[in-house]
Each structure stands twice: as C-alpha cells, then as structure tokens.
C-alpha cells in the first residue's frame, strides 16, 4: 500500500493550507483515514481522522479550525487547516486504516507545515 501525500508548506498566521491523501495499491477500501502531526521534541499528536462512514474526530486545539473530508477519489481524504497558528507548526502525516477497525495500518512519509510571519 502507498501513502501520497500533497500539500504544506509555509503559511502566515491566520492563513489557511489544504493537504491531502491518497492510498494505493493493495487496498480494498479504508476503514479510517487522518492526520497526526509531530512538533520537534513533542509526541505524535491527532489531528483529525475521518472513517468511511463519514464519523470524524479532531484533537482538542484544531476544532473549529481543520475541515477533514472525503475526497470523490477512491480512498482519498483532504484536511483543510484554516486560522492556522504558529503552535500548529509540525510534520504531517497521513495515516491510513484498512478494511477494519483492527486491520492494518499504513503511515505516509511526512509533509510539514510551518506557520510563521
């Protein structure tokens, strides 16, 4: 299974950026896909997570802020970040559950995002 990720980069604050991601592969269909994000010298974080049925979830300091959604393209999802914040500066990455709650799980290479003036 491929994970592609698209998007980030930098942004001012009170800026927005879309990122997105894509599965491939030996996939039948995904479970649950989302984004977590890593700051240097922090632990790997939630930042919101979509299953196939549409139920999300997001991390306490990006609700009200980050959109995550369905792509029409099969087993692709896209996270729209806006009123980003410098304490929202990180390295992204998609995470990808297929098949079932328990079934296997795959991580894309990483995409940062740097909110800065």
């Known amino acids: 299974v491929q994970v592609e990720q698209l998007g980030g980069g930098l942004v001012q604050p009170g800026g927005s950026l879309e990122l997105s991601c894509a599965a491939s592969?030996?996939?039948?269909?995904?479970?649950?896909m989302g984004w977590y994000r890593q700051a240097p010298g922090k632990q790997r974080e939630l930042v919101a997570r979509?299953?196939?049925?549409?139920?999300?979830n997001y991390g306490g300091s990006v609700k009200g802020r980050f959109t995550i959604s369905i792509a029409d393209a099969k087993n692709t999802v896209r996270l729209l970040m806006n009123n980003l914040k410098p304490e929202d500066t990180a390295l992204y990455f998609c995470?990808?559950?297929?098949?079932?709650?328990?079934?296997?799980?795959?991580w894309g290479q990483g995409t940062q995002v740097t909110v800065s003036s």
């Open positions: 995470n990808v559950r297929d098949g079932f709650e328990e079934g296997p799980e795959y």
């Open positions: 592969g030996s996939i039948f269909s995904f479970y649950a």
């Open positions: 979509v299953t196939s049925r549409g139920t999300t």
